[in-house]
C-alpha cells in the first residue's frame, strides 16, 4: 500500500512538523534576509525567449522535492497581483499538450519583496518517482515551470554527479582519444560527423536517456553545461534538450557557462555586452542555492562568481578544435556574500556535501597551485597551459575594489576559506568537474588540506573530481552516489572508495560510470504512426508500449521506467517476470495514467571484458498493456449525518487491496488514505465527497457520497472585531493587512483542526 497517512496525525500537532525541500536561493534567507530577483540584470544584448520569466522557484536547475515526510513546497513567482482564486496544477507536458495530474490551493503566501510573493503548498498524494511541471493559475494569468517538481520515496537519497557536457565543444568529435568513448560506439544518437554538432546532442540524449530509466532520485549538475561560443544558441539547445530528462536537476554555473563580454574588450566602463551567468539565471535558475532532503542539506555553490570584470572575456575565436573564447580568469572564485551563505549553511545545518565546478583546493596536480587573478586581456588567446583550478585577489590587481576581498595569497584566499570551513563542519564530501578527470583526494584525520595553511582535516573528508559528460577528457561518464546496506555513502562506480582508479592505469577501474552503455528504447503506434522515445513510453492515446533494453555496463542495474498512457479501470500489466508495474496514478480528469515499470537489467560483461572493450550485449524486451481486470470496490462506511463542528468520517475496511485511496471535496483532492476525518470550517448543508481508489496494477473507479451537514444556530459575536481573522494564515505583520492588499495577500484556512486545507 502507498498512503499519504498525514492529515489526521497533522490535524493533532496543527501542521508544526511540515518541512520542504527548499531551503535558500543566492543567501535568502541562510545569510540574506531579503529575497533578491535573481534574474534581475542589465545587459545589452537582451535574453530573448527566456526559459524562466515569472516562476523562479522551482525552475529547471533547482527543482522541489515531494515526499511522504515532507509534503509541503513553495512556489515563487514574480506577480504583482495574486488572488484568491490562486491555484497550483502538477502535471506533466505531453508534447504541447498540458496534463493536469492534482490541483492544491495555497497554505500561506507571503511577499518577499515587491512584486514577488511566495506561496507555500502542500501535496496529498505522492506520484509515482518522476519530474513533473507545474503551472501557477491566479485569475485569467498562468505562469508555467516545467521539470520543476519531483515526488520521491523516503529512502535514502542516491543520486547521479553530470558535469562539463560543454554543448558545441568541437574536441568532442576527436577520434584520437578512444578511451574518450568508453563505449561500443552503438548507442543511439552517435555520430561522428565533424560537420554535424549531433555527435554532441546524441551524448547529451544518450546521458539524459539513461537517467530517465534510472532508479536516482535526482541529478546534480557541476556546471560547464555550454560551450561559450554563442550563449544565446548553446543556452536555448541545451534546455531543450533537458526537457526530456525525467529526473530533477540541481545545478551550479562553470567558468565556460559564465564568461562575460564587453562592448570594448579593454575598457570596462564601455558598457557590458552580454554576462553568461546571466543566461544561467533566465535558463537554469538561480547561481548558488541549498535545499534538503531526509535531514540533510546539499550546499551548491558558484564557484565560477566574482564580477564581470574578473570573467572578462574576448570575442570567440577559431575553428574546430582550436575554437575557444579568450578569458584570462577561468579558475574559481567566489564573492564575499557567497562565503557568508557557506558559513551559515555549514554551521545551522547537518551538510550532506558541497558541490560545485571549481576545486577550493586549487591545482591539486600542481601542489595546491593558485593562480592570481589578471586583467583582461590575457598574453595568449588559449592560455590553457596554466590549467588554473582556483583564482584569487593579489596585491598586483584586484578585480573589484568595492569589496573586502584584498591582497590574497595562495595560502589565504576564498579557496582555502572554504575549505577551512568545511574542514571544521560535519560534512566530508566535495564534488568538483572541470578538471574533466576522474580523481579522489582522500585525507585522514590531522592531514593538512593546503599546504602551509594548517588546515587539518579532523575526519575523513573527499574531494572528488568528476569526469566529464561529453567534452575531451579520461572518458565520459557520470558518478553514482548511493548509500550502501550499511549505510556509507558509496561515491564511485567501480572502485573502492577513495581509489585512484582509472580504466587505463593500475588499478584499473571506473569511478564514474561510462556513458553510453545503457539504454531503453520505447515504441508505441498512434494517430500519427509509429512513435518512439529513448526517454519515456506513451502518448497518452497508445494503449501497449514496447520497451527493448540493452545493458552492456559490467553491473546489473536497476531500472525504471515511465509512460503517460490512457487511464483504463483495469490498469496495466507487462508480460514480463522481471519488469513489473511499480506505480500508478491517474490525472484529475480521470483521462491519462502516469505509470512507472520497475526491474533489474542483467549484466552484459564482466569487468574484465568491459576494461578490455569487448562490448557484449545483453538485450531484453517487454511490453506495457492492459490489465485482465478492473480492481473490486472498497468497502466504505462513513457517517451520512454530521453536525457542523465534527470532521467527515470515511473508513475503507478493504484498504490492502489498494495502492492509493484519494478523497475529494469540491473537486480538489485533500487526502491519500485509508481513512478520511477531518473537519471543515466552511461546511455546506449538503456536502459531496468523492472517492477514487486505484490498485497495485492502476486499475481504477470512483465513488460518491453524500453527507448531510447539520448547522449550529447563528449565535451574535458581541466581542467581533473586524480587524482580527484568527484564521489567516500570514506573518504577524501580513496579518494586519487586509485581503484586498494585493502587495501583500493574506490567505485562508478552512480547517479548524489546523489541517491547512484551503477551499
Not at 91 to 106: Q, W
Not at 231 to 248: A, C, G
Not at 522 to 541: A, L, T
Not at 681 to 702: A, R
Request: net charge negative.
Amino acid at each position: 500500500m502507498r498512503f499519504v497517512l498525514i492529515f489526521i496525525f497533522i490535524c493533532s500537532l496543527a501542521g508544526s512538523i511540515w518541512a520542504e525541500s527548499f531551503v535558500s536561493i543566492e543567501g535568502y534567507p541562510v545569510s540574506q534576509k531579503e529575497f533578491k530577483d535573481y534574474t534581475d540584470f542589465e545587459q545589452i544584448i537582451p535574453v530573448n525567449e527566456p526559459k524562466i520569466k515569472e516562476i523562479l522557484y522551482p525552475v529547471y536547475g533547482f527543482a522541489a522535492f515531494v515526499s511522504l515526510d515532507d509534503p509541503e513546497f513553495s512556489v515563487i513567482i514574480k506577480a504583482e497581483n495574486i488572488d484568491k482564486t490562486t491555484k497550483c496544477v502538477i502535471g506533466k507536458f505531453n508534447n504541447d499538450s498540458f496534463i493536469p495530474m492534482l490541483t492544491v490551493l495555497p497554505e500561506k503566501a507571503e511577499t518577499l519583496e515587491e512584486g514577488i510573493i511566495k506561496l507555500t503548498f502542500k501535496a496529498p498524494v505522492i506520484f509515482p518517482s518522476s519530474v513533473f511541471d507545474i503551472k501557477i493559475v491566479s485569475g485569467e494569468n498562468e505562469y508555467v515551470s516545467k521539470n520543476s517538481l519531483s515526488f520521491r520515496k523516503d529512502v535514502p537519497f542516491s543520486f547521479m554527479v553530470y558535469t562539463d557536457p560543454q554543448i558545441e565543444d568541437l574536441q568532442s568529435k576527436k577520434e584520437l582519444v578512444s578511451s574518450m568513448n568508453f563505449n561500443s560506439k552503438e548507442y543511439p544518437g552517435y555520430s561522428n560527423d565533424i560537420t554535424d554538432y549531433s555527435i554532441q546532442f546524441g551524448v547529451i540524449k544518450q546521458a539524459f536517456s539513461e537517467l530517465s530509466i534510472s532508479t536516482y532520485d535526482a541529478t546534480i549538475g557541476l556546471g560547464d553545461m555550454v560551450f561559450s561560443m554563442n550563449y544565446i544558441r548553446e543556452y536555448s539547445e541545451f534546455v531543450s534538450l533537458l526537457e526530456n530528462l525525467q529526473l530533477p536537476l540541481f545545478t551550479v554555473p562553470g567558468n565556460h557557462d559564465g564568461y562575460a563580454k564587453f562592448l570594448s574588450e579593454n575598457d570596462f566602463d564601455s558598457g557590458l555586452e552580454f554576462d553568461g551567468l546571466n543566461y544561467w539565471a533566465k535558463y537554469f535558475g538561480p547561481r548558488y542555492f541549498s535545499f534538503k532532503v531526509n535531514g540533510e542539506v546539499f550546499l551548491m555553490l558558484n564557484s565560477y562568481g566574482g564580477n564581470a570584470i574578473r570573467r572578462a572575456s574576448g570575442r570567440p575565436v577559431g575553428i574546430g578544435e582550436a575554437a575557444a573564447t579568450p578569458i584570462s580568469n577561468w579558475g574559481g572564485f567566489v564573492e564575499e556574500e557567497q562565503l557568508q551563505f557557506a558559513k551559515d549553511t555549514l554551521k545551522e545545518n547537518n551538510v550532506f556535501g558541497i558541490f560545485s565546478h571549481q576545486n577550493p583546493l586549487g591545482n591539486m596536480s600542481k601542489d595546491h597551485k593558485y593562480h592570481a587573478n589578471k586583467e583582461f586581456p590575457k598574453d595568449s588567446i588559449i592560455g590553457v597551459i596554466d590549467a588554473q583550478e582556483w583564482n584569487y585577489d593579489s596585491e598586483d590587481y584586484d578585480c573589484n575594489i568595492t569589496d573586502s576581498i584584498i591582497a590574497e595569497t595562495s595560502t589565504y584566499n576564498t579557496g582555502t576559506r572554504i575549505a577551512d570551513m568545511m574542514a571544521s563542519s560535519s560534512t566530508d564530501l566535495y564534488f568538483v568537474g572541470h578538471t574533466h578527470s576522474d580523481r579522489t583526494y582522500h585525507f585522514a584525520p590531522g592531514d593538512e588540506l593546503v599546504p602551509d595553511t594548517g588546515i587539518k582535516a579532523d575526519k575523513d573528508i573527499y574531494f572528488v573530481e568528476v569526469t566529464t559528460a561529453a567534452a575531451s577528457g579520461d572518458f565520459w561518464g557520470m558518478r553514482p552516489v548511493k548509500y550502501s546496506q550499511n549505510g556509507e555513502t558509496v561515491i564511485d562506480y567501480l572502485c573502492e572508495k577513495g581509489a585512484e582508479c582509472l580504466p587505463d592505469k593500475n588499478p584499473k577501474g571506473f569511478q564514474s560510470r561510462p556513458i553510453g552503455n545503457i539504454w531503453a528504447e520505447f515504441k508505441w503506434n498512434s494517430n500519427d504512426g509509429e512513435q518512439s522515445s529513448y526517454f519515456r513510453g506513451g502518448d497518452g492515446i497508445a494503449q501497449d508500449v514496447n520497451v527493448s533494453i540493452t545493458n552492456m555496463l559490467p553491473t546489473d542495474e536497476e531500472l525504471r521506467f515511465r509512460f503517460i498512457m490512457p487511464a483504463n479501470k483495469k490498469g496495466f500489466k507487462t508480460d514480463s517476470e522481471i519488469y513489473t508495474v511499480e506505480n500508478v496514478m491517474v490525472s484529475d480528469d480521470l483521462e491519462t495514467s502516469f505509470v512507472t515499470v520497475r526491474g533489474t537489467a542483467e549484466a552484459g560483461n564482466t569487468k574484465d571484458t568491459f576494461l578490455n572493450k569487448n562490448f557484449n550485449k545483453k538485450e531484453e524486451a517487454f511490453m506495457l498493456t492492459i490489465a485482465d481486470s478492473a480492481p473490486e470496490e472498497p468497502s466504505v462506511t462513513y457517517d451520512e449525518n454530521i453536525n457542523e463542528d465534527d470532521p467527515f468520517n470515511f473508513t475503507v475496511e478493504n484498504s490492502d487491496e489498494f495502492a492509493h485511496l484519494i478523497w475529494k471535496r469540491s473537486g480538489l483532492t485533500v487526502a491519500d488514505t485509508p481513512s478520511f476525518n477531518i473537519k471543515f470550517d466552511d461546511y455546506s448543508e449538503t456536502e459531496n465527497i468523492t472517492l477514487v481508489y486505484i490498485d497495485e496494477k492502476g486499475g481504477w473507479g470512483k465513488k460518491d457520497f453524500t453527507v448531510t451537514v447539520t448547522m449550529n444556530p447563528d449565535e451574535p459575536d458581541e466581542d467581533f472585531n473586524s480587524e482580527t481573522d484568527d484564521d489567516a494564515i500570514s506573518s504577524d505583520e501580513d496579518s494586519e493587512k487586509s485581503d484586498d492588499d494585493v502587495s501583500n495577500p493574506t490567505i485562508h484556512k478552512s480547517s479548524g483542526c489546523g489541517c491547512s486545507l484551503i477551499f
